[in-house]
């Protein structure tokens, strides 16, 4: 039978869609980048059908492309012109959560902030946060490991997943829907999945760990004369304070560039470093006097200069509104936005280098950074005044060659998908990338799942 | 050339022990279930050389089993007469302290005390941390993915793992030394060594995190009625306390047993649980108050109907030394302990309906059970009046069945070895134990590593 009357017949007209019925929806996800539609969308509503679709297509040696929430911003799910893309859209809801477990099992179509909902009404906290929560989708959150905003206290995605169910190339389904904190049974197989970019299999469910609900949080937003002061801070805030839960870190051009298009003033002079430093509190704990202890210890070892306590959930706001800076995106359109990692105590260097090759390039540009400096990861936005396509590859040349030179990591949670994908081994060695392909061949033989994503060509 | 002739050319004969120079140490881990001794012992003091005797057996398809600290409970590290032992023994020693970073790169070698001490000195707190500390090793610690008493805060040694540095059966070196805390570069490759007990690659170095040292502790022991209370009590030790570092349970028969046995007494009556609730404090947080109201809120709740605070580190370690119960293997000598986690929600079920069963089966036997019950961790200790190892055997059988019947784990932090191989299909799923072979063969074609562990005979 002819591939998609066998995959009608096997899972109904509904699901399966071709031609006119394939929207633009499916032609990229938010780097823009894909350049075509796929020739079939198929959106299952059952494990069963992942794996039938998957069975079927691996038979006919079909390459497919499994779309989550389409958010990513390193082109892993794009599909190329011949791909079919497989769509969890259909496979919501959650399934169960286990109160005295703190755990949620969860469907892998579901948005993340239906997930966060969820849990906040059962009394907990889905630590798994990020920008992007109304729109992204459980299951791509776990396929690119993703990080966001609550890494410094929970660990990335990695961190939270207790159990997965996932469907491998030929159709069979891996399913581990582990509750426990402990469990050494043979190879953790839910690792390979994890930030493996859709490329070894198609996650289905997963149960995620629940935290407790923080009744309160202090927050302050520091200034700093050098980076290595923001180091000391960082260290000094994890000694002082019970539970650190933000480090973000904004170099000055960043800070300037933000404040001002918000029409927001914080301080009378401009400082070198911005940092916001924010610590959960639970029970009945106000925290506020040990917060105070440690900036009036951080001002006496002469760490910061200034600090502002956020008085009300609108201040702490208006810092955190700096800090995302979603105005900059609109004012500067061809802005470039790198996400790499290195050694805490490196990134200072980087940045610096960076900056000075950046506009020694192109002069005139705009250069700033910010970063979750707490979980080692740093975030450079740029933008020239062409704005073109070669000059985004060039700066993309400038920073990842410095990134190889500061033994960094080229993807701290955008992943690799195509966009970085040349730019590989420039984190991970030959050898690395020799294994990855064993594995790769021996989990999906026929090559169907994701081709051409993270792994560059031989 | 003869293998061991290649191999004393290639490492030089003091890295080769064979005949009498080979002692009783290499034949058994602490299950003490060792039957051969290894035919040669290598013992390379390089990663070099590491790899240049995997690269040997490799080409004359020699097993060779890799040995760290021999504190395994589950077999894993035992020889069979042909096979030769890899010990890491002479690879020790830290190699870099980043304060900036909050990372310790080790070597596999280095005993976990040693590494916990040199950390301590910096400032900081390894938080990998179980009984056996002074004599097991780092790399042993990873290849077993150890549990321990500090799990319910820091997690497990997976969670702990930045960066890992492994030896391939072919003698490729897999070198990831990452200090980072987030890095989505390709796949995951460190997470497919930790865990695996040796069957996929020999760890040779790791980037370990620290964490910032408590300032001090919080220490109670409560006593409760029912396990629904116990759960609830986690619960709300959770919401109410900033840093629960461990929530450990005794049943009232292992309580009153090692509470006995070291002359100690607590409560004027018998509790049917017991349970340690330990908080971290940081800076200058003293937490008496916060401790004390979640105290008053348990009883309050009728969650508990006793409760001791420790007013002394000596007080605090007399209700560890009997959670601890070292006396206990003394006065019973025939005695098993099972290791199995399972949602916490139905450990207390369980907990009951084996002890029925054992007791059923073996009048007048001791049975106990008590368990990092925040870390859903169950230990099941059990004596059978005659002891012998056809009853160790009936006991795994009851216990394990029970397990699969519960959704539960046969391994939580003790792994899987030979001991407990032929019961893995209790706890992973056929499709699970094919994809395993398929890793094992991907990465160790002539499955030279650790042949007989693990992964039951097809």
């Known amino acids: 039978m002819a591939l998609l009357d066998e995959l009608e017949a096997a899972l109904g007209d509904d699901v399966v869609l071709t031609g006119d019925q394939i929207s633009e929806r499916y032609r990229s996800d938010e780097s823009h980048s894909g350049r075509a539609l796929p020739f079939a969308v198929l959106r299952p509503a059952t494990v069963e059908a992942v794996s039938q679709a998957l069975a079927i297509c691996d038979r006919h040696c079909q390459s497919v492309v499994p779309q989550g929430g389409l ?12 791909d079919i893309a497989l769509s969890l859209e259909r496979f919501t809801g959650i399934e169960e959560i286990d109160a005295a477990a703190a755990t949620m099992t969860v469907r892998a179509g579901t948005p993340l902030e239906v997930a966060q909902q969820a849990a906040e009404k059962a009394g907990f906290l889905l630590p798994i946060d990020l920008g992007s929560r109304g729109s992204c989708q459980i299951g791509g ?26 469907v491998i190339a030929d159709g069979t389904i891996l399913s581990s829907l582990n509750k426990t904190m402990k469990n050494n049974t043979g190879y953790d197989l839910r690792q390979l999945f994890i930030g493996s970019e859709g490329t070894l299999g198609i996650i289905t469910r997963a149960v995620l760990k629940l935290k407790p609900l923080p009744s ?13 002061k923001v180091v000391s801070l960082l260290r000094m805030a994890k000694l002082m304070l019970a539970n650190v839960s933000a480090f973000e870190v904004m170099w ?15 301080f009378d002079v401009d400082h070198p470093f911005l940092v916001i430093v924010e ?21 006496e070892e ?5 600090a502002l306590i956020a008085q009300s959930e609108k201040e702490a706001r208006n810092f955190w509104s700096v800090r995302e800076g979603y105005t900059m995106d609109k004012m500067l359109p061809s802005l470039v936005n790198l996400d790499i990692s290195m050694a805490i105590g490196r990134i200072g260097d980087y940045a610096a280098e960076c900056g000075r090759a950046m506009l020694a390039r192109f002069p005139g540009a705009h250069v700033s950074f910010f970063g979750h400096i707490g979980d080692s990861n740093l975030h450079v936005t740029i933008a020239t005044q062409a704005g073109t396509e070669d000059d985004a590859h060039t700066i993309d040349e400038i920073a990842y060659d410095l990134v190889r030179q500061y033994g960094g990591s ?19 060695s030959p050898q690395e990338l020799a294994v990855m392909r064993h594995i790769k061949a ?14 560059p060509p031989v």
Chains 1, 2 share one sequence.
């Open 71 to 82: 958010t990513g911003l390193a082109g892993g799910a794009n599909p190329r012109g011949g």
């Open 141 to 166: 959150n776990i396929a690119t490991n993703a990080g966001g905003i609550r890494v410094i206290r929970h660990g990335v995605t990695r961190d939270n997943v207790l159990g997965l169910e996932a």
């Open 279 to 299: 610590e959960d509190l639970f029970g009945n704990d106000q925290g506020g006097e040990r917060f105070e202890a440690f900036l009036a210890a951080a001002f």
């Open 216 to 228: 309160s949080r202090s927050t302050a937003l520091c200034a700093a004369t050098s980076y290595e």
């Open 442 to 455: 021996a989990l999906d033989p026929n090559g169907i799942l994701n081709p051409g994503k993270v792994l």
């Open 302 to 306: 002469g760490l910061i200069d200034d």
């Open 252 to 266: 000055d051009s960043y800070f300037r560039f933000n404040a001002e298009a918000l029409g927001l003033k914080f």
């Open 410 to 428: 080229i993807s701290a949670e955008h992943g690799i998908g195509t966009l970085k994908r040349d730019y590989l081994g420039h984190s991970r």
